[in-house]
Nanobody, 115 residues
């Protein structure tokens, strides 16, 4: 089992920045990739960014150039730095991990961008 806990969400003004954190615990060895997803009110959950065990990254077009996904030195932390935030970035942000074909999700952290 893998447990994921997100933090760092909050209320920020348009154009501001936030850094989301995700702490993984439990059976974290063999995690092949970690991801950030988000879900806005009334919308489906959508992919935001991913980082593999080899540090390959990929981003949704909607956040590319404004966001950076990274891992901590201990490899059980994943971060999402978001800059130039827009109202459409308002959502609950979820951390996701893939390990041995199993998918694990965190509980999410709310990001609200106000104009």
């Amino acid at each position: 089992q893998v447990q994921l806990v997100e933090s760092g969400g909050g209320l920020v003004q348009v154009g501001g920045s936030l850094r989301l954190s995700c702490a993984a615990s439990g059976s974290i060895f063999s995690i092949s990739s970690m991801h950030w997803y988000r879900q806005a009110p009334g919308k489906q959950r959508e992919f935001v960014a991913t980082i593999t065990s080899g540090d390959t990254t990929n981003y949704a077009e909607s956040v590319k150039g404004r966001s950076t996904i990274s891992r901590g030195n201990a490899k059980n932390w994943v971060y999402l730095q978001m800059n130039s935030l827009k109202p459409e970035d308002t959502a609950v942000y979820y951390c996701r991990a893939l390990r041995n074909g199993m998918v694990y999700w965190g509980q999410g952290t709310q990001v609200t961008v106000s104009s």
